[in-house]
DNA sequence: TGACTTTATACCTTAACGGGTATAAAATGA
DNA sequence: TCATTTTATACCCGTTAAGGTATAAAGTCA
């Protein structure tokens, strides 16, 4: 449990969007497998793979202060 | 030049610290090829290992809105 | 309870990342 | 100009991410 809330922010998003893992996987143009990894919070998961489904989301990866990543919760 | 400013976000604060490349890939204990690759802005990069060179700045990995991670360049 | 949908895990192959090394280029200083 | 330091690029190899497929588990609904 290293607080990587990257997952639980694509699988939030995911949800709100009525998507299943399989729809987001094709619209992301990356394999269903990924999206799982991603959802499970595999750690060395590659930035440009990353970035093609938080980019559905509006959002992309940046550099955050540490221990301050929870502001994301807030709403778009 | 798809705007990754993740790069020059790290060679900014490396150079803020006063280390080189091969001085901080032995701090953030990846090779030192990575670094270039970092700085160089590879996109293709595990997230695990940046977090590993982030993390000797406070900063990590995370999901910023799009267009809206120049608000990094304010100092910590 | 049972069908169906969705998600999670395992196996396998291909492609490429990470990293060491060598070399070249660029930057720094005298 | 020429040394030294630092950075950039190329080559090679071991490891592994990505992704497809199959199977199992979990959730949903009647």
């Not at 991603?38 to 989301?57: A, D, H, I």
């Not at 301050?68 to 778009?76: N, T």
Request: proline share 1%.
């Amino acid at each position: 449990m290293e607080e990587n809330n990257l997952q639980s922010f694509v699988k939030e998003r995911r949800k709100r969007l009525g998507l299943t893992q399989e729809e987001l996987s094709f619209k992301a143009g990356v394999g269903l497998r990924f999206v799982r990894d991603l959802e499970q919070g595999k750690s060395s998961l590659q930035m440009n793979k990353v970035n093609q489904v938080l980019k559905l989301f509006g959002y992309e990866l940046g550099a955050v202060p540490a221990n301050r990543e929870d502001l994301l919760h807030e709403e778009g």
